[in-house]
Nanobody, 123 residues
């Protein structure tokens, strides 16, 4: 199983970015997915999650209203649209595949992880 995250980069505060995570090696449409992030010196934290069908989504309070998670099961890809970016959003962003069709906010609820993509937001 491989999860390949992409789309990170250096942007200014207020800009937008869209992260993508291509999943291979498992029946993607059967599994929930999530995004987490880790800033220097901090623990990895939950950002957003989406159930297998895309029917339910969940967000950390810090990104609610600015970020949107979505998925295209035909393309085995999950996305994270990030708008109104702030310097505090600077982190390495990781995508993850859940153990089953449901999702949660804990890292322990995800089985497979991507390598991460760096997002840097300048002020």
């Amino acid at each position: 199983v491989q999860l390949q995250a992409s789309g990170g980069g250096l942007v200014r505060a207020g800009d937008s970015l869209r992260l993508s995570c291509l999943v291979s090696g498992l029946p993607f449409s059967d599994y929930g997915a999530g995004w987490f992030r880790q800033s220097p010196g901090k623990e990895r934290e939950f950002v957003a999650a989406i159930t297998w069908s895309g029917g339910s989504t969940y967000y950390a309070d810090s990104v609610k209203g600015r970020f949107a998670i979505s998925r295209d099961n035909a393309k085995n890809t999950v996305y994270l649209q990030m708008n109104s970016l702030k310097p505090e959003d600077t982190a390495v962003y990781y995508c993850a595949s859940a153990f089953g069709s449901t999702v949660g906010t804990s890292m322990g609820q995800y089985r497979y992880w991507g390598q991460g993509t760096l997002v840097t937001v300048s002020s």
